[in-house]
């Protein structure tokens, strides 16, 4: 069945960074254009970065100049590098398609938790 299992998350100090992955399996990545997204407690799902096909990115400004978002195609990987980390940057990170219709099942996410 489709799967997306995202990985790297962890505890980290405020001004630390982390690398998120995100794998697809029995989907094809190198045709869509892909997002990673976070849902902080008490609050909706975000969009936080997305990547097109061609690999121009966009950034929601609380993370511009601090995030970069990545693909590898031929790895069916999304990568989600975050620098300069902040507590409000504390959520489950998700990726899926970034087009609604192309929404893939959601995986468990992974735990970002930025504290001293």
């Known amino acids: 069945q489709v799967q997306l299992v995202e990985s790297g998350g962890g505890l980290v100090q405020p001004g630390g960074s982390l690398r998120l992955s995100c794998v697809g399996s029995r989907i094809i990545f190198s045709n869509k254009n892909m997002a990673w997204f976070r849902q902080a407690p008490g609050k909706q799902r975000e969009l936080v970065a997305r990547i097109s096909t061609s690999g121009s990115t966009d950034y929601v400004d609380s993370v511009k100049g601090r995030f970069t978002i990545s693909r590898d195609n031929a790895k069916n990987t999304v990568y989600l590098q975050m620098n300069s980390l902040k507590p409000e940057d504390t959520a489950v990170y998700y990726c899926?398609?970034?087009?609604?219709?192309?929404?893939?099942?959601w995986g468990q996410g992974t735990q970002v938790t930025v504290s001293s």
């Open positions: 899926n398609a970034f087009a609604t219709y192309l929404r893939l099942p």
